[in-house]
């Protein structure tokens, strides 16, 4: 029994990736994106949210009629268009896309859309609030239209269909969608959706999406409230390589205060703990490289807009390395040395797509 204790124990130890594996590379390392096979409906109804439920609609929007009307709303007098969502703007920041908004005894209600992902909010005594729908927009499309109560009776009740996203020809990068089976009504129940268990403000949904402790309200035991935390799964240390990671992180020119903006997230698919360990000015969320150790949510949805490269080394130099950044349409290789405790960053060059 000893013996095979220490196997599992060994076994366990040579299948773990070391720091020097997971933060560097022999040899450059350029961005391995992949795309993703489309889910057909069986399997999204197979791998759908216990908590939702699917009702097949007799009459409703069709979904070339609502896709058509997002469309005008994101191209024409979109200002003019949302005037009525004015509050949620302002409340929120604009951290979101508003639609479908509702009154119910003098609490206000939409549905908000961000990079990662759709969310009811709430407006309550003038305190807003936001709760993770947990649907991929990879295979969930909310209607843009509602026109029955998006609350009612206990429920969050959205009309929308079941999609797969194409490309479009002629427009490198850009995404639309395209319906599978349309004419769906998405319920959740409200306490299932509400529920924080750790009351850090984020609701259980979300913390289960993207890898937090839904039990803890501070996830990396660093003293910080996730809610308030810039970095809320990692610790954040102050070290040569976070300091490199951290100055390679996206930058926003004359962005607002992101670490007022709660709901904002970048999120990076590494397993580098000097990435892991940096102090953003905004927040961000890490994913596991490794597609088996993502979430349920992750797996199905693109939310990886920007990427840092392990760090490659230079066998004749001990402090000069090679690393590259990549984003929704470009890539940029950088010389990185490490002199008089200061990163020096030289760019050596940049594709754009």
């Not at 130890?13 to 390392?29: N, Q, Y």
């Not at 896709?67 to 994101?74: A, G, I, T």
């Not at 509702?102 to 709760?131: F, H, M």
């Not at 992180?249 to 007022?260: I, M, R």
């Amino acid at each position: 029994m000893k013996f095979l204790y220490f196997f599992v124990f060994a076994l366990f130890f040579s299948c773990t990736k070391s720091l020097e594996e997971k933060c560097f590379t022999k040899g450059e390392e350029k961005s391995s994106y992949v795309e993703g096979k489309n889910y057909t409906v069986k399997q999204i109804l197979e791998e759908k949210p216990d908590y939702l439920e699917i009702i097949n609609l007799k009459k409703f929007i069709d979904f070339k009629k609502d896709s058509l009307y997002s469309h005008e709303l994101k191209w024409k007098n979109y200002d003019e268009r949302m005037k009525d969502y004015n509050v949620f703007k302002e409340k929120f920041s604009d951290q979101f896309m508003c639609f479908g908004k509702q009154t119910v005894d003098e609490v206000e209600y939409s549905l908000g859309r961000n990079n990662l992902g759709y969310w009811l909010l709430k407006i309550e005594k003038n305190k807003p609030s936001a709760y993770f729908l947990g649907l991929s927009f990879s295979h969930y499309y909310l209607n843009e239209i509602q026109d029955k109560p998006i609350i009612k009776d206990g429920f969050l009740q959205v009309e929308g269909s079941l999609v797969k996203i194409i490309k479009v020809a002629g427009l490198p990068g850009y995404d639309d969608y395209s319906a599978m089976e349309e004419g769906k009504l998405f319920k959740i129940h409200l306490k299932d959706l509400i529920k924080d268990s750790d009351s850090d403000g984020y609701n259980d949904i979300f913390e289960k999406s993207f890898g937090l402790n839904p039990s803890n309200k501070d996830s990396d035991g660093d003293g910080l409230n996730d809610f308030d935390d810039t970095n809320p799964m990692f610790r954040s240390e102050k070290n040569k390589f976070s300091e490199l990671y951290q100055r390679l992180l996206p930058e926003y020119a004359g962005a607002p205060d992101f670490k007022k903006l709660h709901y904002y997230f970048e999120v990076f698919e590494t397993d580098c703990d000097y990435f892991h360990q940096v102090n953003p000015d905004y927040r961000i969320l890490f994913a596991s490289d490794e597609k088996n150790k993502q979430t349920s949510y992750i797996k199905v949805t693109d939310v990886f807009h920007h990427g840092i490269s392990r760090i490659e080394k230079n066998e004749k130099d001990a402090e000069r390395f090679y690393i590259h950044t990549w984003g929704s349409s470009s890539s940029t290789s950088f010389v990185a040395k490490y002199k008089n405790g200061k990163w020096e960053l030289k760019m050596t060059g940049q594709i754009v797509s």
